[in-house]
């Protein structure tokens, strides 16, 4: 892709390795937290944007593999939660995010958007209506912008917004767990596990019932794999959902009208997205992993070569080895051998160009 915007791009995408800027995400403040989970052995402690929890546990690989067989947690309780309440609630969010969510069924899970007025991707959000209340998860620090914005668009709605960050944690049951919650436990069940809203003054005796406990390197992996984009990794201020997947997903297309519909639908009927979402195999013989933000190039140019994208989150998985997702420019030819900062990668369509 050249230099010069696209006709379908909601602004001028002219240099596809600024991951983060002022405005964006991944560059919001986050307060300073830490579990008390990292008092378990062996516990060390993650870095941004997953302060506050454990990286791993002493063994990253055996944690993945508990979780995937079906067993242990993950620590989430650093993410931030808000909730809604009022008997126009889903009816009101409705018309604020991208999905469908004016009929929503208790228990049942789904994610939804925030756009900007430009369809850049502000917020995204993992919800569920237990009957009287919509229960919602976000990145950590995002609390406050998220809950002024609902405050902000109020109006005449019965509806109530809390930030519930200080007294209720996020939990992951891998798929397979038959570990039982508790009767004061609010779960969003996914296809890969489930997402548990707690009191706060119940993670240690949590822990302590459903071990053994995975870190968040583990879980992070396995979202790579399961190429599953993160606001603030996979995203920078100008993404939009096209270009990680998130058509579908998070965005309803039969939907009445919400803000950044307009470039939603102009890039689904007339156009493509400037950039996508692609899955890396990184070589192995590198010891150090790419770091996010770090530029993604065609191999054959070499290290020098024209920029072409940027690196969003590696990780390394216990089957696969190191991998990765990368945003690179639309054009890229698929079946190209990548630089991934300076790491050989070869790569797998996640975003079809």
């Given at each position: 892709m050249s230099s010069e915007p696209s006709?379908?791009?909601?602004?001028?995408?002219?240099?596809?390795?600024?991951?983060?800027?002022?405005?964006?995400?991944?560059?919001?403040?986050?307060?300073?937290y830490a579990s008390p989970l990292l008092a378990l052995p062996g516990a060390v402690a993650a870095d941004a944007p997953d302060a506050g929890v454990a990286a791993h546990y002493g063994d990253l690989f055996r944690e993945q593999r508990t979780l995937e067989h079906g067993d242990g947690f993950v620590d989430l309780s650093h993410r931030d939660v808000v909730t809604v309440t009022g008997e126009d609630r889903l009816t009101w969010l409705h018309l604020l995010?991208?999905?469908?969510?004016?009929?929503?069924?208790?228990?049942?899970?789904?994610?939804?958007?925030?756009?900007?007025?430009?369809?850049h991707v502000e917020h995204a959000l993992y919800l569920v209506d237990?009957?009287?209340?919509?229960?919602?998860?976000?990145?950590?620090?995002?609390?406050?912008?998220?809950?002024?914005?609902?405050?902000?668009?109020?109006?005449?709605?019965?509806?109530?917004?809390?930030?519930?960050?200080?007294?209720?944690?996020?939990?992951?049951?891998?798929?397979?767990?038959?570990?039982?919650?508790?009767?004061?436990?609010?779960?969003?069940?996914?296809?890969?596990?489930r997402e548990v809203f707690l009191p706060r003054t119940r993670l240690e005796e949590f822990a302590a019932a459903h071990g053994p406990a995975a870190?968040?390197?583990?879980?992070?992996?396995?979202?790579?794999?399961?190429?599953?984009?993160?606001?603030?990794?996979?995203?920078?201020?100008?993404?939009?959902?096209?270009?990680?997947?998130?058509?579908?997903?998070?965005?309803?297309?039969?939907?009445?009208c919400y803000r950044g519909q307009e470039t939603v639908a102009r890039v689904q009927n007339l156009g493509k997205p400037p950039r996508r979402l692609v899955f890396l195999h990184l070589d192995g013989s590198e010891v150090k992993l790419p770091e996010h933000g770090d530029p993604v190039r065609l191999a054959a140019d070499g290290p020098e070569g024209r920029?072409?994208?940027?690196?969003?989150?590696?990780?390394?998985?216990?089957?696969?080895?190191?991998?990765a997702l990368a945003l690179v420019k639309r054009n890229v030819p698929e079946d190209a051998e990548l630089l991934a900062g300076p790491t050989v990668a070869a790569q797998e369509t996640v975003v079809a160009p």
């Open positions: 006709p379908t791009s909601p602004d001028s995408p002219d240099s596809p390795d600024s991951p983060d800027s002022p405005d964006s995400p991944a560059a919001a403040a986050v307060p300073v995010l991208t999905q469908h969510v004016s009929e929503l069924p208790p228990g049942r899970a789904t994610e939804a958007l925030i756009l900007s007025a430009k369809g237990d009957g009287a209340t919509t229960w919602m998860h976000t990145e950590p620090g995002r609390a406050a912008a998220l809950t002024g914005y609902l405050e902000s668009m109020k109006f005449f709605y019965r509806v109530e917004i809390a930030d519930r960050t200080a007294d209720c944690a996020v939990v992951f049951l891998p798929a397979g767990s038959i570990a039982e919650p508790g009767p004061d436990a609010v779960v969003r069940e996914t296809a890969w596990g870190g968040v390197l583990a879980f992070e992996a396995l979202r790579v794999a399961g190429h599953r984009p993160r606001l603030g990794r996979e995203t920078d201020h100008r993404t939009i959902p096209h270009e990680l997947g998130w058509i579908g997903s998070a965005v309803h297309l039969d939907k009445g920029v072409l994208g940027f690196v969003t989150t590696a990780a390394r998985h216990h089957e696969l080895g190191p991998i």
